[in-house]
């Protein structure tokens, strides 16, 4: 079984830095992509920040300039470095990566990590 495990959470303050980690371990293929989402109370599930195979990434409107989404292919590890960090940014974030596994055949799918809280506070 494919498991994803995120890291590095905790409380910090406006205009702070934190990076995240999340590590994919397991009957891995390969991975095709891995990234970040981030839910607030009460608010929908939003995409963050995502890095694919070839190191292409994509970032929230929100994040740009500000966080930044790196890999380590050898580890299966995503970063996610957070800085100038604002009380918006509070949430829970998850790790999502794409991974192809023998059972399926080379066709990637989604996993999940159990999330990590994130508290932006003076």
């Known amino acids: 079984q494919v498991h994803v495990v995120e890291s590095g959470g905790g409380l910090v303050q406006p205009e702070g830095s934190l990076t995240l980690s999340c590590s994919a371990s397991?009957?891995?293929?390969?991975?095709?992509?891995m990234g970040w989402y981030r839910q607030a109370p009460g608010k929908q599930r939003e995409l963050v920040a995502m890095?694919?195979?070839?190191?292409?990434?994509d970032y929230a409107d929100s994040v740009k300039g500000r966080f930044t989404v790196s890999r380590d292919d050898a580890k299966n590890t995503v970063y996610l470095q957070m800085s100038n960090m604002k009380p918006e940014d509070t949430a829970v974030y998850y790790c999502?990566?794409?991974?192809?596994?023998?059972?399926?055949?080379?066709?990637?799918?989604?996993?999940w990590g159990q999330g990590t809280q994130v508290t932006v506070s003076s």
């Open positions: 397991g009957g891995i293929f390969s991975v095709h992509y």
């Open positions: 890095i694919n195979y070839s190191g292409r990434t």
């Open positions: 999502n990566a794409a991974i192809s596994t023998p059972q399926s055949r080379g066709v990637p799918r989604a996993f």
